[in-house]
């Protein structure tokens, strides 16, 4: 167990949705990070926030946004869902600052139908 | 374009050889270097990791290496078994806080 928790495990849904995925990092973790892992995929970097704010952003979609709250947890929406959007979606957390040491969550599987 | 190579993707070993991953990155911003294992159906996890500083990390059967004038760095997995099986990832950051980690290499260890 990484200390990362994600809510919920599954989550099954329709075409033109909106759903929310919730992450707590460990504890003492200031960065959180969200990947998309798509079937036979690699990992790709969505966005990560450090104490709150937007640090860096990868490939994420208009439809997508994250936001990190003052309790450190952090939820990644996605709008308006494609069938291309099933996948599983995983937090990571770190240290923050320079430390990029990550520990992922047990991840959110989505399935749009 | 991508901040990182990994080769190969697949790779397939008898139990007790030896496995090598290389990760090849294009810019010299990062300063870590790590590696992390994902088994069938769960998450990734960091198995080992390199500061620029130094050349090789091993820990027990496992080894990063990190040749930073030829911008690569490699996993070495010795005397394999079948519950190394799994699929590989390096992760590199790169300059503008850059992200990514490399397109993965399915090991598999066979009796």
């Known amino acids: 167990d990484s200390g990362v928790t994600q809510t919920p495990k599954h989550l099954i849904t329709a075409t033109g949705q909106r759903v929310t995925l919730r992450c707590s990092p460990r504890?003492?973790?200031?960065?959180v990070y969200w990947y998309q892992q798509s079937l036979d995929q690699g990992l790709q970097f969505l966005i990560q926030?450090?104490?709150?704010?937007?640090?860096a952003k990868g490939n994420i979609l208009e439809r997508f946004s994250a936001q990190q709250f003052p309790d450190l947890h952090s939820e990644l929406n996605l709008s308006s869902l494609e069938l291309g959007d099933s996948a599983l979606y995983f937090c990571?957390?770190?240290?923050?600052?320079?430390?990029?040491?990550?520990?992922f969550g047990p991840g959110t599987r989505l399935t749009v139908l | 374009g991508e901040n990182v190579e990994q080769h190969p993707s697949t790779l397939s070993v008898q139990e007790g050889d030896s496995a090598v991953i290389k990760c090849t990155y294009s810019?010299?911003?990062?300063?870590?270097f790590p590696w992390y294992k994902q088994e069938l159906g769960k998450r990734p996890q960091l198995i080992i990791d390199?500061?620029?500083?130094?050349g090789e990390k091993k820990d027990q059967r496992i080894a990063v290496t990190l040749n930073k004038t030829a911008k690569h760095f490699s996993l070495h997995i010795t005397e394999t078994q079948p519950e190394d099986s799994a699929v590989y990832f390096c992760?590199?950051?790169?300059?503008?806080?850059?992200?990514?980690f490399g397109t993965g290499t399915q090991l598999k260890v066979e009796l």
């Open positions: 810019d010299s911003a990062s300063n870590y």
């Open positions: 992760f590199f950051k790169g300059g503008g806080n850059k992200l990514t």
């Open positions: 390199i500061r620029s500083n130094v």
């Open positions: 504890s003492g973790d200031l960065s």
């Open positions: 990571a957390s770190s240290v923050g600052g320079t430390s990029y040491e990550q520990f």
């Open positions: 926030y450090y104490n709150g704010e937007e640090r």
